[in-house]
T-cell receptor, first 114, second 112 residues
């Protein structure tokens, strides 16, 4: 079945450092790919998405490119802030399935130190 | 629109008791999903509705779990005879057809 694998955390960086969180997927269909973020004590928020190969999703300085050849959707940010500390989830949804349920990675906790 | 809301935010119950959670989706969204999330894991799909019809249930959803969405608006998730293994965050999400899902804040269940 479909699956998502993300790098294990926690990832600890200093403020203004460059961030990469790796995400790879396995899917039989044509998935859409998502990054969600969960701040402490809050619900999941959609951070960015890409619906087809070579699409780049971007939001709040974060970017991720849908790479079909490497089945990857790595999350990047050029200069992180303390306020970016959260858990980041990579997920996919196969638009050719019947219910578009989201298949999730285990999450990567990001800690940014001032 | 205030987004997806869930009540209660926290629930502590004793093993064997029944609990019911409520989810109010974004008003124009026709799809509603329930997920369960345990500590350190991503959410797991439980069930989903298109309007008032419950179209799919995960194998994770035992017979003790039941969900409804009368009139295609709010939804309830009931757990009967709770067990300690039911302790988790229960998440509700809504979407308009196949577009992105928007999540509520979740209901954290603790079974003692």
């Amino acid at each position: 079945g479909d699956s998502v694998t993300q790098m294990e955390g926690p990832v600890t960086l200093s403020e203004e450092a460059f961030l990469t969180i790796n995400c790879t997927y396995t899917a039989t269909g044509y998935p859409s790919l998502f990054w969600y973020v969960q701040y402490p004590g809050e619900g999941l928020q959609l951070l960015l998405k890409a619906t087809k190969a070579d699409d780049k999703g971007s939001n709040k300085g974060f970017e991720a490119t849908y790479r079909k050849e490497t089945t990857s959707f790595h999350l990047e940010k050029g200069s992180v802030q303390v306020s970016d500390s959260a858990v980041y989830f990579c997920a996919l949804s196969d638009q050719h399935s019947s219910n578009y349920q989201l298949i999730w990675g285990a999450g990567t906790k990001l800690i940014i130190k001032p | 629109d205030t987004g997806v809301s869930q009540n209660p935010r926290h629930k502590i119950t004793k093993r064997g008791q029944n609990v019911t959670f409520r989810c109010d989706p974004i008003s124009e969204h026709n799809r509603l999903y329930w997920y369960r999330q345990t500590l350190g894991q991503g959410p797991e799909f439980l069930t989903y509705f298109q309007n008032e019809a419950q179209l799919e249930k995960s194998r994770l959803l035992s017979d003790r779990f039941s969900a409804e969405r009368p009139k295609g608006s709010f939804s309830t998730l009931e757990i009967q005879r709770t067990e300690q293994g039911d302790s988790a965050m229960y998440l509700c999400a809504s979407s308009l057809d196949y577009y992105e899902q928007y999540f509520g804040p979740g209901t954290r269940l603790t079974v003692t």
